[in-house]
């Protein structure tokens, strides 16, 4: 089974809230300094689908990205996990573009790669989580499309896919290729071991330019954008204390139920 | 099972990418991992580095290296709890023919310094850390890494103060809190023009200031400040063993050292972006494990190599010196096909005829001489008395300086109690 | 001016908190300690002294071995974070 894995590098989730800033002016998020992005999370996720279906079913896991300088660095922390091949797109001409142009741009590079079965996404990017992505792809693709997959197997009809409900999980069999996005009810992610990471240390990750994957550089970047961010800002969070006291640790914590249930809290 | 590299480096600091660098740069397959997401992640220092190993070794180092600042000011202050007396040393030698010293952040520079590595041809693995030795009878044959075994000809453990590379090859016995010092600092965010006015600077000139006296309320050790570009690094070294004597945690210690006088008014205004914590070999030559076994050698802050002197702390130039004996005896071991114990003894020969195990012998002696408690409380105490007397007139007639001196003296110390000092320092720094 | 406490400072910085605890304390040992150097030594408050007691919490750790270098009673059995958790220095 042939598989492909979209991922984006995101700002690392785990820096301090303090030290996240937007530039308001620029309607930009300022990267902090010193902290590399990382892998998307729920990406990684679908890498970890991608590879336990790969164990069941062999075949071959291509990753792809879209990004500038670094970018690789996602590329080869999916290969540390044991991916197979992976390509990064980068063209000046990608700049600001939005979630279809994005789509746009990882469906002509799996057009290009050709022979796949399934192409897997993260739910959404842990930076913006508009999750439309991978959506959009199989959209442009013309595939069959399963969201928020907990589970996939491989059936004799296609693909076996389950996906999260709120309370439950629905049960889809699909025709492939088809398009998957993958939520974090798959499970942890595997750490990358020593030996991949030395292989993915080794390898150089090719660059596919807008022209290698005969991409209409008018339907890409900012100019074709077709959703526009008009302001950008750090929403003002308020802290207040509030010491509920009682006679006993029971009237106590009656009074704080009162309290939390007044404040709409439960 | 992984095709053997003729060496693994242990540990991406200055050491390690020192090592791995001029490896590939020989053309030898190296590997340098780092338990940290990326290299850099795990180190922290004072500040600054001092000498020219890293011009030599890096041709792009001054257009490219991301250091802060250069040093072109050396201060050195004695505090007591109100009182702050100065040297202040600003001289073109600083920076002619070329700089000398470099305000660094570790974070930053160790990443671009593994990236140097890469470039040269070493494979450079963040994220990945050597749980164990592999061995072949006497030898060191590789690291385990999880569940992975990496053969090497040669491993060269470069894995910091708390080598854990070291103890596992059975150089380095269990580490005693008298031969380390505790190191925490702060950064703290400023604006660059408040830090080139507070510290008299401009452009990329650096200031490294170290304190010696009330910062550490008498405890071994001492304070410092580095100037970064839009941040200053303040902290406090101590003596481990002090610290449990003295039931106080060197965050204490930092927190009077930036509430005094003096050092408030550079801080003020600023806003903390990070907080760190590192362990120092201070004991030089004294506690320096065996450096080489077949297949193995140790550098850097591994080997203690680390020295002390009372008015300078430094271990990175040993660090980087080390690393490159370290790679030129790997070369040479690889020529001759032989990484035993005593093809890898060429480590020590290098060591000994280079600075750095001629400084350790040199200052063999300083570490014991500056546990001395005259350092940190008599003698700052003294000299800012005798400042405050020579400075600051008190309507009587005046005494000449000698005499002023004795004045200072009088009811603090005895001549009898300074003049073992002066002898024993006088060998020993 | 104000003091900041340890578990402020810690919070500015960036951790990558590891669910595998990375040091563990005999604290049966601990008490019969007679001089709890690792609440002294350990630059993070890891190890708190209350009732008598020692606890101790992994998360904010710098990773420094102060407390393994310091404690002598055996008490620590200590280890680094698994590669890629645990403190990540922005400046260092």
Known sequence: ?266 | MEQGFDAIVVGAGPAGCACAYKLAKAGLQALVIDRGKFAGAKNMWGGAFYGAELLELLPDFLEEAPFERYVTRQKISFLTVEDCLSIDFASPKFSQPAPHGFVILRSKFDRWFADKAQEAGAIVAPGLGADDLLWDGHRVTGIKAGNDELPASAVIACDGANSVMAQKAGLQTELSPEDMKQGVKEVIELPREVIEQRFNLSGREGMAWEFAGSCTQGLPGGGFIYTNQDSISIGIVAQLNALVKRKIQANDLLEGFKSHPEVARLIEGGKLVEYSGHLIPVSGINMMPELYRDGFLVAGDAAALVLGTGLILEGANFAVASGIAAAETVIKAKEKGDFSRESLSTYQKLLEESYVLKDLKTFKKAPHFLENPHIYNLYPELACDLARRIFIGDGQPRKTTWNTLRGSLKGKASLLQILPDLWWGKGAI | MNTISIEDKLAVNKFDIDKDVHIRIDEDICQTCNHHACIYVCPANCYKLSDGRITFSYEGCLECGSCNVACDKGAIDWTLPRPGFGICYQYG
């Open chain 1, 1 to 266: 089974m042939n598989i492909i894995v979209c991922v984006k590098q995101v700002l690392d989730p785990d820096i301090p809230p303090a030290k996240f800033k937007v530039d308001s002016a620029s309607k930009q998020v300022v990267p902090p300094e010193g902290i590399p992005p990382v892998i998307n999370p729920y990406d990684a996720q679908a890498v970890e689908l991608a590879l336990r279906l790969k164990e069941k079913q062999g075949g071959k896991i291509t990753v792809l990205t879209v990004g500038s300088d670094g970018a690789d660095k996602a590329v080869k922390y999916a290969i540390s996990m044991g991916a197979d091949d992976g390509f990064v797109l980068s063209d000046e001409v990608f700049e600001g573009s939005d979630s279809f142009s994005m789509a746009y741009i990882l469906s002509k590079a799996v057009e290009k790669i050709g022979e796949y079965d399934l192409v897997l996404c993260g739910r959404q990017a842990a930076d913006w989580d508009e999750g439309l992505v991978g959506s959009i792809i199989a959209e442009s693709l013309g595939t069959s499309l399963v969201t928020l997959a907990e589970d996939a197997e491989v059936v004799d009809e296609g693909l076996k896919v389950k996906r999260v409900t709120l309370d439950g999980y629905q049960a889809f069999i699909v025709p492939t290729p088809a398009v998957v996005t993958v939520s974090n009810e798959v499970g942890q992610a595997r750490l990358p071991s020593g030996l991949g990471i030395i292989s993915a240390a080794r390898r150089q990750i090719p660059v596919w330019k807008a022209a290698d994957t005969g991409i209409d550089p008018s339907l890409v970047g900012s100019a074709a954008a077709r959703r526009k961010l008009f302001a950008l800002s750090v929403p003002a969070r308020e802290r207040k204390c509030e010491i509920i006291e009682g006679e006993t640790p029971a009237e106590a914590a009656t009074k704080l139920a009162e309290r939390l249930r007044e404040a709409g809290a439960i």
